[in-house]
């Protein structure tokens, strides 16, 4: 199978296309490379993969040095034509679409850019699987779509029209656009809603690498909600064996779909959301222990109010996921903040 990976500079897409090469599929790989975070951190990513960082530039494909199953193209989604002409020559057989603007409280300040990156480059994706037809389209959402609801476990079934985010709003909107296509062009289409991804090669804006950064340097860490939230941490490879196992699984009409009651997370269309997370909420607290088990040094905490756009919990129903592929994250807490740490300390050869 080849597939088309965007993203694979990122957190997810990275780990996504290296687990796609261990079990023998061709992988393009594509990404911006934009300046969000450090780029070197993406650039150190794709030489891991064996893409020498010197012969990246726009719209070249290079293939990697240690395994020509892989390629990667520097493409900007947003830009059509481009994009055209990789799936015209490509022909790929499946789309795992990881590529946005992500985070938050940036969205905040740079609503702009969602609208490109999220909005606009997730068009040009459909309309490449409309043109140049591909068994399944899987792309991330997120779990902050559930934006104001409270009822927990958050489940696929639930309303979600009241994001309370740019970035949210960008996701939902997401679905709502692969619906359309599923629904008029026949594209099987699935949306993962991520929940809290953590792990090795994490991105510098979420909280574990903040966490780790801070403590090590004996600064203060900005403790939201006084410490009172929860999050379904999930960590990264678990989430790539859920992803893998649902890009295998193109989704299907559901046959029980009933227009009068209509289910948010299926269609009469090809089409199908997921939640992908752990399902064992951590509260916040816990996980800083974790991250301090793992340095071997206390953290400093600023006890901070709820940010805006942030939710105070969250965990994920993922009940159809196991249904539907037997999906079971393995990954204790304590273990993959461990393994998280680790890395840290090793990439950024600091001492503990």
């Known amino acids: 199978m080849k597939y088309l990976v965007t993203g694979t500079a990122g957190f997810i897409g990275f780990h996504v296309a290296k687990k796609l090469l261990e079990r ?3 992988v393009v790989g594509l990404d911006v490379i934009n300046s ?8 150190d990513r794709l ?4 893409i020498d ?5 726009f719209g070249e494909k290079i293939t990697s040095s240690k395994n020509s199953n892989y390629s990667f193209i520097q493409l900007d989604l947003a830009k059509k034509e481009p994009l055209i002409s990789l799936f015209e020559q490509e022909k790929f057989d499946v789309v795992i679409h990881l590529a946005a603007q992500a985070g938050v409280r940036y969205s905040l300040t740079h609503p702009e850019v969602y609208m490109e ?9 459909l309309e490449c699987c409309r043109f140049y037809p591909v068994k399944h389209l899987v792309y991330a959402s997120s779990s902050s779509v559930y934006g104001s609801n409270e009822k927990m476990p958050f489940s696929t079934s639930d309303s979600v029209d009241h994001p309370i985010s740019l970035y949210a709003a960008s996701k939902k909107t997401n679905e ?8 008029l062009f026949g594209i099987p289409t699935t949306g993962l809603r991520f929940f809290t991804v953590y792990g090795p090669w994490g991105r510098p804006d979420m909280a574990l690498f903040l966490f780790t950064e801070a403590i090590l340097e004996g600064k203060p860490i900005q403790v939201f909600n006084h410490g009172k939230m929860k999050r379904d941490f999930t960590y990264v490879d678990d989430i790539v064996t859920g992803v893998l196992k649902v890009a295998d699984l193109p989704a299907k009409p559901n046959p029980d779909f009933d227009g009068q009651n209509p289910d948010p997370g299926s269609s009469r269309a090809p089409y199908k959301i997921y939640n992908i997370g752990n399902s064992e909420p951590v509260l916040l607290m816990d996980y800083i222990k974790a991250v301090e088990k793992g340095l071997g040094k206390s953290a400093i905490m600023d006890m901070l109010p ?6 105070p919990a969250s965990h994920a129903d993922v009940t159809d996921l196991v249904r539907d592929t037997g999906y079971k994250p393995q990954t204790k807490i304590e273990d993959g903040v ?10 950024y050869k600091k001492q503990k």
């Open 53 to 57: 960082r010197s012969e990246v530039s």
């Open 176 to 183: 709502l656009m692969a619906h359309t296509y599923s629904h």
């Open 24 to 26: 023998g599929d061709t």
């Open 47 to 50: 030489e891991f993969m064996g």
């Open 117 to 125: 990156s999220n909005i606009i480059a997730f068009m040009n994706i």
């Open 306 to 311: 709820l940010q805006p756009g942030d939710v």
């Open 338 to 347: 461990k393994a998280f740490t680790d890395w840290y300390l090793n990439y």
């Open 36 to 43: 969000y975070y450090d780029v070197n951190l993406k650039y």
